[in-house]
């Protein structure tokens, strides 16, 4: 279902992915680790089509995502570091502007029982300005679901969140995944985050590390530091740059 | 996508109400603008009619670019655009959303500028065909300044750099419109070619923000 | 080109890292060009042009007002010219081209505004006098300053590349409507002195081609020169880039 071949992304001179190789199937439930700066919300963003790629393929229901139609953004749900919402709209008016951007019919009942999902109902209409951290995170999450993506990408999910409000977005994510929808998800803690994944995929300087099965969790911590514990993968050796003096001669 | 250029002019509205920042911000700023002409420029009577035009439309100018600033920020606070060109058909009905938007709320303040410099100016501003001329401008200005508030607020001197790259483009337009409300007051001189001037400023500038405010909101 | 190719330019943003920075023979060839055709152009104006009847001497300055005017305008021309392709095709080599047109045609178009001025003191009795190609100039001059300020505005260099290429776009289509509007309105209220009309006497007009022609070389020696520096910054700062240590 998305098909990652040779993608590179580099932001001027400075390269953030750099030849990412990757296959995820459909309904797949898949974590993205690494260090900062490793390149997974950039990835993420390329596979949202928010960035685009600098080279290589990126193909998602075998659709370019450079390319990406509305039918194929509509199908997809991006949390971001950012909320994504508008602090001078309350929680109700956050989801029903953008129910009314994806073209939903009758909203108001998903709405609802999104809020008593992510426990805002009581907040439903306060401005989210005057919202914690975690219940914005709260309130983005239910953004992102709002209109039943067939692909999650979701960005360190769980930051800011309580232990009740992380439960409740387990359960979210879980009762989506049971009805075929494919999960992309970073994180920092994989074995704390980790429960709803099948395969984990290790990011480091723009490349894939290792891509394997979950296996037990209480052992993926230590799997994740052997594996950055590796010498860091070599960039290609510095093109010859040639010293020139003010008449343009090369010393 | 009438429906969700509808949705983002009913979003910025909602937003507004709850806040009431960009209007009350504008039209503070108006109405001092409008008085410090009047002391600087001593418009009493006569000068004052003279001027009203003038000191009209650089109110308007400078008040817009306060409120333009605002509307795109209030885009740009929880990490930019990127709600919204995941669910919009095309990346110009943002362009159609926001400067519709900022159309209406700069049109709220002129209708209470008009007004108001109708009795400081003493000259009768409360004319349909020089609201007519009023639309018509806001209408290029709104257009220009989405545009280039968008481009503004992803730099680092974000308020400073709005009028610094609107007001040059906007010269045609102001002057324009100074002529051709100055024109309408004097009642004698006609106006048909300011007003051609404004429609085709609208038309280029609104052709010219279709084309390349996608290349302004791409990640 | 074939079909593919060109689909896959359009599709990604490609980053190329610099372009030629070392001075090729067609630098020195520019540079060597312009500085004769100047010479060729001071002797001209101060020797073969007759001396205007009503102004005097003063009047000498508009051979090279005229071209400082027409050379700032191209030059922002071909910026608007390259923030299309830049846009269409997203390559560096466009943006750098841009930037650099607009730098050069800001100098030349300052220099026209300065000689402008330069030309009204003495002849109207008044440093500035709005006059419909003053006007226009004055208009680009600020346009353009906007642009570089925009340029300085951001350290994204692919994000400013884009807002830069759309503003290059905007600013000169704004040229043509505030010329139209700055006619218009000059001739509402008539100007005492009016530069219309102004008929050249076949010296005069020659030399006017020879200053056009001189300044137009030099703003391509310029050009090219102010290329090879941002094309040397860019591997400048690639290099700088490899070397920093991984990102943490």
């Not at chain 2, 508030?149 to 010269?171: D, H, W, Y």
């Not at chain 2, 609104?206 to 791409?218: C, K, N, P, S």
């Not at chain 3, 540079?31 to 009047?59: C, D, H, K, N, W």
């Not at chain 3, 560096?92 to 045609?105: F, K, M, N, T």
Request: glycine share 8%.
């Amino acid at each position: 279902m998305i098909e990652i071949r040779g993608l590179k992304k580099a932001f001027g001179p400075r390269v953030a992915l750099d030849g990412v190789v990757l296959d995820i199937e459909a309904g797949e439930r898949v974590l993205l680790v690494g260090p900062n700066g490793a390149g997974k919300t950039t990835l993420l963003r390329i596979l949202a089509t928010l960035s685009r790629p600098t080279g290589g393929a990126v193909r998602v229901w075998g659709h370019d995502v450079t390319r990406a139609d509305v039918a194929i953004r509509r199908m997809i749900g991006f949390l971001s570091h950012e909320s994504l919402l508008y602090d001078d709209l309350t929680a109700r008016q956050n989801l029903r502007f953008y129910a009314r951007m994806y073209g939903m019919d009758k909203p108001d009942a998903r709405i609802a029982s999104l809020l008593s999902a992510v426990g805002l109902e009581r907040r439903a209409d306060d401005l989210v300005r005057e919202f914690s951290r975690g219940m914005q995170q709260r309130l983005a999450v239910a953004r992102a679901v709002l209109h039943a993506p067939k692909l999650l990408l979701l960005d360190e999910p769980y930051t800011g969140l309580d232990v009740a409000a992380a439960d409740a977005l387990t359960v979210l994510l879980q009762t989506l995944t049971q009805v075929g929808c494919t999960l992309l998800m970073t994180t920092h803690y994989p074995a704390q985050e980790g429960h709803l994944a099948q395969r984990v995929i290790v990011m480091r300087r723009g490349r894939v590390l290792d891509d394997g099965p979950l296996g037990e969790l209480t052992t993926l911590d230590a799997r994740y530091r052997a594996i950055l514990a590796r010498p860091a993968p070599v960039s290609p050796p510095p093109a010859a740059l040639a010293a020139v003096d003010w008449r343009g001669k090369e010393l | 996508m009438l429906r969700q250029i509808g949705a983002i002019v009913a979003k910025d509205l909602a937003a507004e109400l709850h806040t009431r920042e960009i209007v009350s911000a504008m039209l503070v700023f108006a109405t001092m603008a409008i008085l410090i002409f009047s002391f600087a420029l001593d418009l009493r009577g006569a000068s004052g009619r003279a001027a009203a035009p003038g000191v009209l439309w650089t109110t308007i100018a400078f008040s817009g670019t306060l409120g333009l600033s605002r509307s795109l920020a209030r885009e740009q606070q929880n990490g930019g655009l990127s709600g919204l060109l995941l669910a919009v058909e095309e990346r110009s009905v943002i362009f159609f959303g926001k400067a519709a938007g900022s159309f209406v709320l700069m049109l709220l303040v002129v209708v209470v500028l008009l007004p108001l410099g109708s009795v400081l100016l003493n000259v009768n501003l409360l004319r349909p065909d020089i609201a007519g001329v009023m639309v018509l401008g806001t209408v290029g200005y709104a257009a220009v300044g989405t545009l280039l508030a968008a481009i503004a607020v992803n730099t680092r001197a974000r308020e400073v750099m709005l009028p610094i790259l609107a007001l040059p483009v906007l010269v045609p337009l102001l002057i324009a419109a100074v002529q051709a409300t100055a024109g309408l007051l004097e009642g004698m001189v006609p106006v048909d070619s300011w007003i051609r001037m404004l429609v085709v400023y609208d038309l280029v500038m609104i052709a010219v923000g279709v084309v390349t405010f996608e290349y302004v909101v791409e990640g | 080109m074939s079909v593919e190719s060109r689909e896959s330019q359009v599709a990604t943003r490609v980053y190329e890292v610099g372009g030629k920075t070392k001075a090729s023979g067609w630098d020195w060839a520019l540079g060597l060009l312009s500085s004769v055709a100047f010479l060729v152009a001071l002797a001209m104006v101060f020797g073969y042009a007759p001396r205007e009847a009503t102004m005097g001497e003063i009047q000498r300055i508009f051979y090279f007002h005229v071209a400082s005017a027409w050379v700032g305008f191209f030059g922002f021309s071909v910026t608007f010219v390259a923030g299309i392709l830049y846009l269409v095709r997203s390559q560096r080599r466009w943006d750098i081209l841009g930037l650099s047109s607009a730098e050069v045609g800001l100098a030349f178009i300052t220099m026209a505004v300065v000689t402008g001025s330069l030309w009204a003191g003495p002849v109207w009795g008044t440093y500035w006098t709005w006059e419909p190609r003053l006007t226009i100039s004055a208009v680009q001059l600020l346009l353009y300053v906007a642009y570089v300020m925009l340029r300085a505005s951001t350290a994204n260099e692919e994000r400013i590349a884009r807002f830069a290429a759309v503003y290059g776009i905007v600013a000169f289509v704004t040229v043509p409507l505030s010329w139209f509007a700055i006619r218009w309105w000059r001739t509402i209220h008539p100007e005492i002195v009016s530069s219309e009309g102004m008929g050249l006497a076949p010296p005069m007009r020659m030399t006017l081609f020879v200053s056009v022609a001189a300044f137009t070389l030099l703003y391509a020696a310029l050009l090219r020169q102010r290329m090879r520096l941002e094309s040397a910054r860019d591997r400048l700062t690639a290099a700088q880039g490899r070397l920093a240590p991984e990102e943490w």
